[in-house]
């Protein structure tokens, strides 16, 4: 069993982790959060020369970002973000700074489509959890999320997770792909979320809830898919929570997540048992490009206001939540 390997590793770091952990407060968790049992968080590409981070906060949109994504440098096991930006990077920790100061909460996130993994480059997980506690003293992050999108070392990455939440108490999430409406997340997906189970992580399954083929409306595909995906997280005991992630204007596979979608999907999230919803991303929440015919990563790809993604599921996130699941009155 991986449990067992954990204790001697996990005590042996907790002195370390926690001893590097001189980055700024935890922030305080917000209000739309304790509102209606769920919680929004775009993701943001901070490899971006300028991601938006204050300007979302600045329009009333919210506070909450998770940063995307911690890569290794150069062939290392050192974190930065994308692999090229230094994790500590003034403009970026000025901005978060500003957000933490508002009441937002930061998750770091590793891992992403493509790029070089912390998970496969650190030899060890007393190394990979070291990199974890980097992003995370860099960031005054409070979250973590590994979003796993390749082949990784299972065992690693559970021993990793729990050595760093023993030590910091920190928030988990596994951001993993979806096969299809009706299938859920993959086979590889489950294979980790078992494993991380094993290990004795408290932790969130994070669906991408796009990218796949369907044909039939979207608000309903993305609806079925997280449907699978909590049927899923039945199987695995104890039971993980359940987040999920939306990309919001055109999708790479030609599916268009209008605001229409958004709403209707953030009507049947509590009902659903989705705890974090997510966006793909906060660069592309703005009308720079209506009736783009490919997605793009600076714009939505649809008529809208500058973060209207954003505002609209936080603001649903914020209403009433009634008996039969649905917000508003």
């Known amino acids: 069993m991986v ?5 001697g590793a996990a005590a042996a770091l907790v002195a370390l982790l926690t001893g590097c952990s001189s980055g700024p407060p935890p922030a305080v968790t917000t209000t739309s959060a304790l509102q209606a049992g769920f919680s929004v968080t775009p993701y943001v590409d901070v490899s971006a020369s300028n991601p938006p981070i204050t300007a979302m906060s600045d329009a009333g ?4 970002v998770a940063l995307a994504f911690g890569l290794a440098t150069g062939g290392a096991c050192t974190p930065s973000w994308g692999g090229t930006r230094a994790v500590d990077d003034p403009p970026l920790v000025a901005q978060l700074a500003e957000v933490r100061g508002r009441g937002g909460r930061i998750t770091a996130a590793t891992g992403g489509a493509t790029g070089a993994y912390l998970e496969n480059t650190c030899g060890s997980a007393a190394d990979l959890a070291t990199a974890y506690g980097r992003l995370l003293d860099a960031t005054g992050a409070t979250r973590l999320d590994v979003d796993i999108e390749t082949d990784v070392p299972v065992d690693r990455v559970a021993e990793a997770l729990h050595t760093i939440q023993a030590a910091r108490g920190v928030d988990v999430s596994l951001t993993l792909q979806v096969e299809g409406a009706d299938d859920g997340i993959d086979e590889r997906g489950l294979e980790t979320a078992r494993a991380v189970a094993d290990a004795g992580v408290r932790f969130e399954v994070n669906p991408l809830v796009m990218n796949f083929s369907y044909d039939g409306p979207w608000l309903q595909a993305m609806s079925d898919a997280i449907g699978a995906v909590r049927a899923q997280l039945g199987t695995i005991s104890p039971t993980p929570g359940l987040a999920a992630t939306i ?3 055109r999708t790479d596979t030609g599916a268009v997540t209008t605001l229409d979608d958004a709403r209707g999907l953030a009507a049947r999230l509590p009902g659903l048992g989705v ?3 997510r966006l793909w991303s906060l660069g592309r929440d703005n009308g720079g490009c209506p009736g783009a015919p490919d ?3 600076d714009c ?3 008529d809208q206001q500058p973060f209207a ?3 609209l599921l936080r603001d649903a996130a914020s209403a009433p939540t009634s008996p039969n699941g649905r917000t508003g009155s």
Do not use: E, H, K, Y
């Open 3 to 7: 449990t067992a390997r954990l204790v």
């Open 309 to 311: 993604f954003t505002r």
């Open 300 to 302: 939505s790809g649809v």
């Open 247 to 249: 990309m919001i204007g």
């Open 295 to 297: 997605a793009r990563p």
């Open 61 to 64: 949109a919210g506070n909450d």
């Open 275 to 277: 705890q974090d919803v």
